[in-house]
């Protein structure tokens, strides 16, 4: 299985994706190279054809002499993993770390509620890889989040119910780990990026494995997303795409969605787009969905060709929220409240994202803070695992432990984190605590790794 049902002659509902696929992934495979002489240099203006490639390079928001520099500098790197590789400037970041990054996805997080409360089981799988998908209008920001620092965590209450913790668990490879839950679900992820850096364009692979449980029957579902590209990195406009398959199987059943993230073509078409199918464990296509991950998401009941069932209709069953007119990052409403102490519970766990210095400068608009505190920070973490090592004691985090299991993905082998709900007793001990007297309340005798005992 993997693709709609085989159509003849071209007729059916979704029959020309696949050549759609093809055709699309041609095209941008014959963007302009050889720019300006710098060898392995591709632009590609997603609203435009090839032609206009070169008044693209011009654009973006690095100045010529730093775009310059930046590329001769990056030029060693051409084919290689550049996940925590490269020491970034603070200029390409937004004041958000991969954990807090993590959390964006509990945005829409009733679509799961509603997917625990709903009898059909095909609808089930609508709901959720509605929710899925919901986050990728926030993932297609250009903005680089901070990498967290190891033993960094990230905690979230007041949204739906949800109490959400995310810890960095890992430096070399950079891994985290993540655990949220509520009356409906529980959603536990352990991810580790993977990259492959092209000169002006960067291949993202979501190596990780996402559950969530539906709790009042126990249906367990996986998630398996597409990888994305964020094209012009150094010349023209950065912008980010997500061409590829995404499935979720319901382990309990069997049933599984697929999904097309249908790769942007010359002039956008495509853009955006989604298709795909609800299949039973049969792989017989019982309901299509439609739609574009920046705008909403619809389905219908079809039959067995993978046409609509006559007498049915489109319905949408998500739609993305008003957004900020003009924000400088790009953020949601959202993404805004991942960022204040809004949604922070009492005591504050003092290594959480919120709290992490250079992050908080450049929140403010003090770039230059926010590059000496990142600078500082990525130092103190060397040294850190400096003596570690001299000492023979490995890092262990506090919230998840490495099992024994390891998960085939399409990129490559994972080891897994379990939370170990020692963080569900931790927050019941500070919930019951008395009223913290200010908003900013932080657990002062908890691992802080922004001052690590050598720095001082």
Not at 71 to 87: C, E, F, R
Not at 270 to 284: F, S
Not at 314 to 331: N, S, T, W
């Amino acid at each position: 299985m993997g693709s709609p049902p085989e159509k003849n002659e071209g007729k059916g509902f979704f029959a020309s994706m696949s050549s759609g696929l093809s055709m699309f992934g041609s095209a941008m495979h014959r963007s302009v190279s050889g720019f300006l002489g710098y060898e392995g240099v591709e632009v590609i203006n997603p609203e435009g054809g090839k032609e206009d490639a070169e008044e693209e390079a011009q654009r973006g928001r690095w100045k010529k002499e730093e775009r310059d520099s930046y590329w001769k500098m990056m030029q060693k790197y051409i084919g290689a993993d550049v996940t925590s590789m490269v020491t970034l400037p603070v200029v390409i970041f937004e004041p958000m770390t991969m954990l807090q990054k993590m959390a964006e996805l509990m945005e829409y997080s009733y679509l799961l509620d509603q997917a625990d409360e709903c009898e059909d089981p095909y609808m089930r799988l609508v709901y959720a890889t509605s929710w899925a998908i919901s986050v990728y209008y926030a993932y297609q920001r250009t903005w680089k989040p901070f990498n967290p620092i190891l033993g960094e965590t990230y905690e979230m209450v007041n949204h739906g119910g949800i109490t959400f913790i995310a810890e960095q668990v890992s430096h070399h490879p950079p891994m985290s780990a993540g655990h949220a839950e509520n009356e409906h679900f529980t959603y536990d992820v352990t991810s580790k990026l993977k990259t492959k850096f092209l000169g002006n364009s960067v291949d993202v692979y979501p190596v990780g494995r996402t559950r969530v449980v539906l709790k009042r029957d126990g249906v367990a579902l996986d998630l398996v997303p597409p990888p994305t590209k964020v094209n012009n990195l150094i010349f023209g406009r950065t912008w980010v795409d997500s061409p590829g398959e995404m499935v979720m199987t319901n382990l309990t059943t069997g049933d599984k969605a697929v999904l097309y993230f249908q790769p942007c073509g010359w002039f956008g078409a495509g853009r955006y787009e989604i298709d795909g199918y609800v299949y039973n464990a049969a792989e017989e296509p019982k309901i299509l969905m439609t739609g574009k991950w920046n705008e909403s998401m619809s389905y219908q009941p079809c039959d067995l060709e993978g046409e609509p069932v006559p007498g049915t209709e489109l319905k949408e069953v998500f739609h993305i929220a008003e957004v900020p007119k003009d924000d400088r990052y790009q953020y949601t409403y959202f993404a805004h409240k991942i960022n204040s102490f809004s949604t922070a519970p009492k005591k504050l766990l003092a290594s959480d994202s919120r709290l992490r210095p250079d992050r908080f400068a450049l929140e403010k608009g003090d770039l230059s803070k926010a590059g000496s505190e990142k600078s500082r920070l990525e130092e103190m973490q060397r040294a850190e695992k400096r003596m570690r090592e001299a000492s023979g004691q490995p890092f262990k985090p506090r919230w998840f432990d490495l099992s024994d299991e390891i998960v085939a993905t399409p990129w490559g082998d994972l080891e897994v984190y379990q939370y170990n709900s020692s963080y569900s007793r931790h927050r019941a001990v500070a919930d019951s605590s008395p009223d913290p007297a200010n908003e900013e309340d932080v657990e002062s005798t908890e691992f802080n790794p922004w001052q690590f005992s050598h720095s001082d």
